[in-house]
């Protein structure tokens, strides 16, 4: 793990690898809210935008190759969920 802090001590980015070896690196507003997570996560490639208390945008690719992104409120329901299925190999 590695965090880099700002000026009043709060965590400003963060890289971590985890016991599976899979990355991650998060970023974090101002006041240490993390705003921003993205990495491997169970095999499938997010990234997670958030309003400093839930998601707010989610994106992946999962192992297999299906892309999502879903979309949720301030209240954190889910309102529109986006997903494919790979295409053919080119």
């Given at each position: 793990r590695l965090s880099l802090f700002n000026s009043a001590a709060q965590p400003g980015v963060s890289l971590r690898v985890g016991n599976d070896e899979?990355?991650?690196?998060?970023?974090?507003d101002p006041f240490g809210v993390q705003r921003l997570a993205?990495?491997?996560l169970q095999g499938s490639t997010?990234?997670?935008?958030?309003?400093?208390?839930r998601p707010r945008l989610v994106m992946g690719v999962a192992e297999?190759?299906?892309?999502?992104v879903a979309f949720y409120?301030?209240?954190?329901?889910?309102?529109?969920d986006v997903s494919a299925e790979p295409g053919p190999q080119r």
């Open positions: 899979a990355p991650f690196v998060s970023l974090f993205m990495g491997v997010v990234v997670n935008l958030g309003d400093g208390t297999g190759g299906r892309a999502s409120d301030a209240a954190g329901t889910l309102e529109r």
